[in-house]
Protein backbone atom coordinates (compact mmCIF):
# COMPACT_ATOMS: atom_id res chain seq x y z
CA UNK A 1 0.00 0.00 0.00
CA UNK A 2 1.49 3.49 -0.87
CA UNK A 3 0.83 6.08 1.53
CA UNK A 4 2.64 9.71 1.29
CA UNK A 5 2.21 11.42 4.57
CA UNK A 6 2.33 15.34 4.95
CA UNK A 7 3.65 17.22 7.90
CA UNK A 8 5.23 20.72 8.57
CA UNK A 9 2.26 23.01 8.42
CA UNK A 10 1.54 25.34 10.86
CA UNK A 11 0.72 29.20 11.75
CA UNK A 12 3.27 31.90 10.56
CA UNK A 13 3.66 35.64 10.42
CA UNK A 14 4.02 37.45 6.95
CA UNK A 15 8.51 37.07 6.51
CA UNK A 16 8.60 33.58 8.30
CA UNK A 17 9.63 30.18 7.06
CA UNK A 18 8.25 26.67 7.49
CA UNK A 19 9.77 23.89 6.18
CA UNK A 20 7.27 20.71 5.00
CA UNK A 21 7.96 17.01 5.02
CA UNK A 22 6.05 14.34 2.84
CA UNK A 23 7.19 10.45 3.57
CA UNK A 24 6.60 8.49 1.42
CA UNK A 25 6.12 4.22 1.83
CA UNK A 26 5.11 1.13 -0.24
CA UNK A 27 6.99 2.35 -3.43
CA UNK A 28 10.30 2.36 -4.92
CA UNK A 29 10.89 6.06 -4.17
CA UNK A 30 13.61 6.94 -7.00
CA UNK A 31 10.78 5.46 -9.62
CA UNK A 32 8.57 8.79 -9.01
CA UNK A 33 9.25 11.99 -9.80
CA UNK A 34 7.98 14.34 -6.27
CA UNK A 35 5.92 17.51 -6.19
CA UNK A 36 3.82 19.98 -3.97
CA UNK A 37 0.86 21.47 -5.52
CA UNK A 38 -1.64 23.74 -2.87
CA UNK A 39 -5.14 24.44 -2.65
CA UNK A 40 -6.80 27.70 -1.26
CA UNK A 41 -10.34 28.13 -0.33
CA UNK A 42 -12.73 28.56 -2.70
CA UNK A 43 -9.82 28.00 -5.67
CA UNK A 44 -8.61 25.12 -7.95
CA UNK A 45 -5.66 23.32 -6.83
CA UNK A 46 -2.26 24.42 -8.32
CA UNK A 47 1.06 23.35 -8.82
CA UNK A 48 3.88 24.44 -6.72
CA UNK A 49 6.86 22.74 -7.68
CA UNK A 50 8.56 19.39 -8.55
CA UNK A 51 11.80 17.45 -9.14
CA UNK A 52 12.76 14.88 -11.05
CA UNK A 53 13.48 10.93 -9.87
CA UNK A 54 17.16 11.62 -8.81
CA UNK A 55 16.32 15.16 -7.77
CA UNK A 56 18.87 16.71 -10.88
CA UNK A 57 16.07 18.89 -12.40
CA UNK A 58 13.43 21.46 -10.39
CA UNK A 59 10.70 23.62 -11.42
CA UNK A 60 8.47 26.16 -9.53
CA UNK A 61 5.45 28.19 -10.32
CA UNK A 62 6.82 31.99 -11.01
CA UNK A 63 4.63 32.83 -8.04
CA UNK A 64 7.10 31.02 -5.31
CA UNK A 65 10.14 31.14 -7.90
CA UNK A 66 13.29 32.05 -5.31
CA UNK A 67 11.25 31.89 -2.20
CA UNK A 68 10.59 28.03 -2.33
CA UNK A 69 12.90 25.28 -2.50
CA UNK A 70 11.97 21.34 -3.47
CA UNK A 71 14.15 19.10 -2.69
CA UNK A 72 14.69 15.05 -1.73
CA UNK A 73 15.96 12.57 0.39
CA UNK A 74 16.01 8.82 -1.42
CA UNK A 75 17.60 7.06 1.36
CA UNK A 76 14.80 8.43 3.80
CA UNK A 77 12.20 8.05 1.02
CA UNK A 78 11.35 12.15 1.83
CA UNK A 79 10.28 14.99 -0.15
CA UNK A 80 10.89 18.53 1.25
CA UNK A 81 9.32 22.34 1.10
CA UNK A 82 11.46 24.71 2.36
CA UNK A 83 9.39 27.62 2.34
CA UNK A 84 10.68 31.13 3.02
CA UNK A 85 9.63 34.81 2.88
CA UNK A 86 6.07 33.27 3.65
CA UNK A 87 3.00 35.48 2.02
CA UNK A 88 0.09 35.70 3.10
CA UNK A 89 -1.49 34.54 -0.61
CA UNK A 90 0.98 31.52 0.09
CA UNK A 91 -1.94 30.40 3.02
CA UNK A 92 -3.61 26.68 1.40
CA UNK A 93 -3.52 22.90 2.20
CA UNK A 94 0.06 21.89 0.88
CA UNK A 95 0.07 18.15 -0.85
CA UNK A 96 2.82 16.01 -1.65
CA UNK A 97 2.38 14.02 -5.22
CA UNK A 98 3.95 11.06 -6.76
CA UNK A 99 4.68 10.55 -10.68
CA UNK A 100 5.40 7.39 -11.60
CA UNK A 101 8.88 7.72 -13.52
CA UNK A 102 7.87 11.34 -14.44
CA UNK A 103 5.64 13.13 -17.45
CA UNK A 104 6.38 15.78 -19.89
CA UNK A 105 4.35 18.34 -18.06
CA UNK A 106 5.19 18.32 -14.27
CA UNK A 107 2.48 21.05 -13.23
CA UNK A 108 -0.26 18.97 -14.67
CA UNK A 109 -2.04 17.55 -11.34
CA UNK A 110 -3.66 14.85 -13.56
CA UNK A 111 -0.38 13.46 -14.02
CA UNK A 112 0.30 12.09 -10.62
CA UNK A 113 -0.35 8.51 -8.97
CA UNK A 114 -0.43 9.27 -5.32
CA UNK A 115 -1.24 12.29 -3.21
CA UNK A 116 -0.48 12.93 0.38
CA UNK A 117 -3.71 13.78 2.91
CA UNK A 118 -2.36 17.56 2.75
CA UNK A 119 -1.07 19.44 5.62
CA UNK A 120 -2.29 23.22 6.37
CA UNK A 121 -0.35 26.12 5.86
CA UNK A 122 -1.48 29.97 7.14
CA UNK A 123 0.41 32.93 6.31
CA UNK A 124 -1.24 35.72 8.93
CA UNK A 125 -0.13 39.46 8.02
Known amino acids: QVLLVDSGGGLVQAGGSLRLSCAAS????????MAWFRQAPGKEREFVAA????????FYADSVKGRFTISRDNIKNTVYLQMNTLKPGDTAVYYC??????????????????WGQGTQVTVSS
Open 97 to 114: AADHYGSSDYTDSRNYDY
Open 26 to 33: GLTFTDYA
Open 51 to 58: LTRRGSTT
